[in-house]
């Protein structure tokens, strides 16, 4: 069959890898993809949020199914289109449609989903300008410190975590006030704060039965021993050494199963990947957020590791029929260590050469911010985060030992990685 993926990132580019070696493929597209997704497919450089643009190359390519890779289509209701339209209604989309992705597209709409069908999150209440003195009573009746989300999407900055409650409260009145972020603040969800370890976990449901992928912790900050600002995610492994058999069967039954039935139960037809953001505190797992759609950098660590065919598995999707379908893993450690650009989280220079990616071996690299030079042919950084390198081990040690000796080999003017992924779990696994 041919397919499409949308997306540009080390995410999709997983995705492809790895959808690339199903005997079901015959022609893969990425759109717009970047120089990795051209090595496993053929790149089409269109916007994927228009979707008049996806429409045309659809019935162009007679694509037959779609794999939606990052969140802002779904929220648009990319999945409602295809649906509603009788030229491309009977061609699978592996994402969920809009009422669905609201999970992720609006913070208040998870956590009123969560209080309703007992999934367990962190207390909270939902503040607009018209309320806002409110606002300032809640977090006066909380300790430090103080939680504050965006309710829309923010491209991952929308949640501020602050010790001091002055600064709390005006903060509070920036977002939902002056528009800090946009419209995505004009409502800001106020939550309690948790103290523990974070791990991703994730499902491929199909709106009746669900699988369960293997889990991942990735690192967000930029510095080491997870300081300075916030990224897209520097690094992550799977498996998870604290997430135990004990644990993880807490994860399905508090939070994975009361989740899919909550979505049977309000008619929500989910089909696509559920990202779970929890937070273990003690022995207990705790959602943090939902996302409509596969983690980045954890799909570089969590994709390899998948050796079930993943285009049966979405025809699964598609038709319903995951239940008879039965996974299987890599069950060593994998590590994927994310390159960036110097400067990345905040200003960057895009267009520097990157050296050394052919001659490696015994690794995957993952490409995200990347293009082909079509004067030079040579692979240009065109991004913040610009690969990810991908590695396995038998222990955690063994595959971080390995992937960083990959690492050390691609070069790039200005470039930077974290190197102390998988730092906090070492001694765990
Ligand atoms: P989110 O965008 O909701 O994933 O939040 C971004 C980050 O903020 C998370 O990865 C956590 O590290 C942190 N965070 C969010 N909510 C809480 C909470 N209730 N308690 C503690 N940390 C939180
Ligand atoms: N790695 C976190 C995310 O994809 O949102």
Not at 382 to 398: I, K, Q, Y
Request: net charge negative; charged share 25%; with cysteine.
């Amino acid at each position: 069959m041919n397919i499409l993926i949308l997306g540009s990132g080390g995410r999709e580019h997983a995705l492809a890898w790895k959808m690339a070696q199903s005997k079901l493929t015959d022609k893969l597209y990425i759109a717009p993809g970047n120089a990795g997704t051209k090595e496993v497919g053929i790149n089409i450089p269109i916007n994927v949020n228009d979707f008049a643009d996806v429409k045309k190359l659809v019935i162009e390519k007679e694509i037959d199914m779609l794999v939606v890779g990052p969140e802002v289509p779904l929220v648009d209701g990319i999945h409602d289109k295809f649906k509603n339209d009788p030229a491309l209604n009977n061609i699978p989309v592996i994402g969920p449609e809009r009422r669905g992705a609201m999970l992720e597209g609006s913070k208040d709409f998870a956590k009123e989903f969560m209080y309703k069908y007992n999934v367990p999150t962190a207390a909270y209440k939902s503040f607009t300008l018209e309320n806002l003195t409110e606002g300032y009573e809640f977090l006066e009746s909380l300790t430090a410190p103080y939680v504050l989300k965006a309710d829309g999407l923010a491209a991952g900055k929308g949640v501020l975590i602050i010790n001091d409650l002055e600064l709390a409260k005006s903060e509070l009145k920036k977002m939902v006030a002056d528009a800090k972020f946009g419209e995505a603040s004009s409502k800001v969800v106020i939550e309690e704060f948790l103290d523990g370890i974070e791990l991703s976990v994730f499902v491929l449901t199909d709106g009746n039965s669900y699988v369960l992928l293997p889990e991942a912790k990735d690192y967000k900050r930029i510095g080491e021993g997870d300081s300075g600002l916030n990224t897209g995610g520097m690094g992550s492994v799977s498996p998870v050494p604290f997430a135990t058999a004990d644990f993880m069967q807490k994860v399905e039954d508090r939070v994975i199963k009361p989740t899919v039935e909550g979505l049977k139960t309000e008619g929500i037809d989910y089909k696509g990947f559920i990202f779970f953001g929890l937070i273990k505190v003690g022995d207990d797992p705790y959602v943090i957020e939902y996302n409509c759609r596969m983690g980045d950098p954890e799909a570089e660590s969590v994709i390899p590791r998948i050796k079930t065919d993943l285009v049966e598995v979405f025809q699964a999707v598609g038709n319903e029929t995951l239940e008879n379908i039965k996974m299987e893993f890599d069950d060593r450690y994998s590590a994927a260590i994310m390159l960036v650009s110097g400067g990345y989280p905040e200003a960057y220079v895009n267009g520097k050469v990157i050296k050394g990616i052919d001659k490696l071996k015994d690794c995957i690299v993952f490409h995200a911010g990347t293009e082909i030079d079509i004067n030079t042919n040579e692979v240009k950084t065109a991004g913040g985060r610009v690969l990810a390198v991908n590695a396995f081990g038998n222990t955690l040690d063994g595959a971080l030992k390995l992937v960083y000796e990959k690492v050390s080999l691609i070069d790039f003017d200005g470039r930077y990685f974290r190197s102390d992924i998988g730092f906090d779990l070492k001694k765990q696994d």
